[in-house]
């Protein structure tokens, strides 16, 4: 499948200016991000691939404010990351970031309706009485409506994945950031949710995923090659 990439405007959406992450091992700083300078517009689908080690994760987690680099900027929506605290770091990821993780992370204890409703509880960016509306509204987009009041025990890794997807676009962030969100999948599943991203895509939704499946990470707008912590390739 060829994607279109889905542009309004040409200021990136992400903005890392000559970025690099040194973490202290014992007696040796090592580095694993080094002197990154990348710019992502909105409506791309942007895969990063690239071997164990080779700094994808922590990348993602300059962008996400999980992590903070060691010099350099890190742009998001406008907001710079670098100097925020924790706490309005955490509120504003709620509102504008949507994390798909690669082994789901939902509640055990929740139903898939109320993963879903979580988001929009902490961050109050909808009415209460409009909650739970929208999580159904969202379940229903991947294909979970009649699934919504089971526990996530309850239904398949595949399913789990799709309601994760449902949860990350609760609060309609502009951004999608994804660690290997098939890697825990059986094919068919995984291209399920392939394709979820290729149409949140054509919705205008930026989607930044990692992954080590280089077949699909070609079918993106947008291919990444990270290699000892530098850009190796970044072709459209």
Do not use: C
């Amino acid at each position: 499948m060829e994607l279109t990439m889905i542009t309004h405007t040409t200021d990136p959406l992400i903005l890392l200016d000559h970025v690099t992450k040194n973490f202290r091992v014992g007696e040796r700083e090592v580095t694993i991000l080094n002197d990154i300078s990348l710019g992502i517009l909105p409506g791309e689908f942007t895969a990063i691939i690239g071997p164990s080690g080779s700094g994808k994760s922590t990348l993602l987690n300059m962008i996400t404010g999980i992590d903070h680099p060691s010099t350099g900027e890190v742009r998001v929506a406008g907001q710079q990351l670098n100097g925020l605290s924790e706490n309005r770091l955490s509120k504003w990821r709620g509102v504008h970031i949507g994390i798909v993780f690669q082994f789901f992370q939902l509640l055990p204890a929740l139903s898939l309706r109320h993963n879903v409703t979580l988001p929009m509880d902490f961050a109050g960016k909808y009415p209460a009485s409009e909650r739970v509306t929208r999580a159904m509204s969202l379940l229903e987009s991947v294909g979970l409506a009649d699934q919504a009041d089971k526990l996530p025990g309850m239904v398949s890794g595949g399913q789990q994945q799709r309601a994760a997807i449902a949860r990350a676009l609760a609060n309609d962030p502009p951004l999608i950031v994804t660690d290997e969100p098939t890697g825990n999948l059986d094919s068919h599943s995984a291209e399920i949710v392939f394709q979820l991203f290729a149409e949140l895509m054509t919705q205008g939704k930026t989607v930044l995923m990692v992954t080590h499946d280089r077949e699909r990470a070609q079918q993106a707008s947008r291919l990444i090659e990270i290699r000892d912590g530098r850009i190796a390739s970044d072709r459209s």
